[in-house]
T-cell receptor, first 113, second 113 residues
Framework: GESVGLHLPTLSVQEGDNSIINCAYSNSASDYFIWYKQESGKGPQFIIDIRSNMDKRQGQRVTVLLNKTVKHLSLQIAATQPGDSAVYFCALDFNNAGNMLTFGGGTRLMVKP | ETGVTQSPTHLIKTRGQQVTLRCSSQSGHNTVSWYQQALGQGPQFIFQYYREEENGRGNFPPRFSGLQFPNYSSELNVNALELDDSALYLC????????????FGPGTRLTVT
């Protein structure tokens, strides 16, 4: 079956630094990858997505990189702010319909002032 | 905040009981998915409903069942509750044929004692 893993359970960064959160996946058939942010007491919030025909996609202060050769996905957050403190999940769409997702275990990002 | 609402916020049940959780989708969304999130883990896909029919299912037993109503609201029913059913239950709505982005509700925290 599909599995999604993250490399680090916790990441601590200084405010203003860049953050990189990594994720590995095993299902090479997946076409769609998403990063979610989950703050305490809330549901996951969509950050950015990328399709398998792309290597890189940029949003506001965030960049997602996809390396299909090694089945690796990363989220880069520029100029990390205290409001970025949350748990970040990578997810992949296991039926390529964009809405049945397999989530990784999550990385907790802590931003030090 | 997304337009997805869930009720109740918290719930305590006894092992063996039955529970019904409710979700109101974002306006205009025709698909709802349910996820179970155990403490400290990523969400796990339970099932999805589209046009009032189950459209896909994860690795959950039949005692997990659901309904989708004509107004696209949804219910998750769990029979014969077990201690391991204690988790945050999330619903997410999306629009088939539109953006693949899913909008998650804040979840219902279920505790089984």
């Amino acid at each position: 079956g599909e599995s999604v893993g993250l490399h680090l359970p916790t990441l601590s960064v200084q405010e203003g630094d860049n953050s990189i959160i990594n994720c590995a996946y095993s299902n090479s058939a997946s076409d769609y990858f998403i990063w979610y942010k989950q703050e305490s007491g809330k549901g996951p919030q969509f950050i950015i997505d990328i399709r398998s025909n792309m290597d890189k996609r940029q949003g506001q202060r965030v960049t997602v990189l996809l390396n299909k050769t090694v089945k690796h996905l990363s989220l880069q957050i520029a100029a990390t702010q205290p409001g970025d403190s949350a748990v970040y999940f990578c997810a992949l769409d296991f039926n390529n319909a964009g809405n049945m997702l397999t989530f990784g275990g999550g990385t907790r990002l802590m931003v030090k002032p | 905040e997304t337009g997805v609402t869930q009720s109740p916020t918290h719930l305590i049940k006894t092992r063996g009981q039955q529970v019904t959780l409710r979700c109101s989708s974002q306006s205009g969304h025709n698909t709802v998915s349910w996820y179970q999130q155990a403490l400290g883990q990523g969400p796990q896909f339970i099932f999805q409903y589209y046009r009032e029919e189950e459209n896909g299912r994860g690795n959950f037993p039949p005692r997990f069942s659901g309904l989708q109503f004509p107004n696209y609201s949804s219910e998750l029913n769990v029979n014969a509750l077990e201690l391991d059913d204690s988790a945050l239950y999330l619903c997410a709505s999306s629009l088939v044929g539109g953006s693949y982005e899913q909008y998650f509700g804040p979840g219902t925290r279920l505790t089984v004692t």
